[in-house]
């Protein structure tokens, strides 16, 4: 006998009726406009940030001269590590006074083969120098944090280890005669 209930009961389907109010109808062409307008200006942004990326792309190719077979900013960056790595040039130069190198006269400046090896010596001097030497190397700290932060600021940091390091010359600070 279930098995007659089953086949008796039938379900019927009610329609549902929703009912959508002008207001309603306002706020979702309002929505769809909205999301129009926003859709518009992203597409605008990316158009405008893709205009940047390639002008900035053609000036920086420009600067390095690179020749025209270079088309994306990736080649160009690789070109322009192969182009830097080529000089073999020491990274770094802080004077020595003429008792340091056991001469009198004229101060020569002295090369390092890394910056570490040039900023410890400079750390040294400014601890243990004389007064005129802790003097220079204190100027000479402070002017290579200024350009640390300019370039920071700038975005011209060098990234990796493997990036060559740019010439860095300190010259021998001239004293001044008393006439």
């Known amino acids: 006998m279930s098995e007659n209930n089953n086949e008796n009961e039938t379900f019927e389907e009610k329609p549902v009726q929703v009912v959508v109010t002008k207001k309603d109808d306002e706020k979702k062409k309002e929505l769809e406009q909205q999301l129009e307008e926003k ?19 053609e000036r920086k190719k420009r600067e390095l001269d690179a020749p025209d077979e270079i088309d994306t900013p990736e080649k160009l960056m690789a070109w322009e590590l192969a182009k830097k790595g080529k000089k073999k040039e020491p990274s770094g130069v802080v004077p020595l ?54 370039a920071v600021k700038s975005g011209k940091m060098i990234e990796d280890e ?13 004293k001044k005669r008393k006439d």
Request: hydrophobic content about 25%; aromatic content about 6%; cysteine-free.
């Open 39 to 57: 859709t518009l200006e992203a597409e605008d942004y990316k158009a405008k940030l893709q205009m940047i990326a390639e002008k900035e792309f």
């Open 97 to 150: 006074s003429p008792a340091q190198l056991g001469q009198s006269g004229q101060e020569e400046p002295k090369s390092y083969s890394s910056y570490e090896e040039m900023l410890k010596d400079l750390h040294d001097q400014e601890k243990n120098g004389t007064p005129e030497e802790q003097a220079y190397a204190k100027a000479v700290l402070d002017e290579l944090v200024r350009r640390s932060v300019k």
């Open 162 to 174: 493997e990036t060559p390091k740019p010439d860095f010359k300190l010259e021998p600070k001239r």
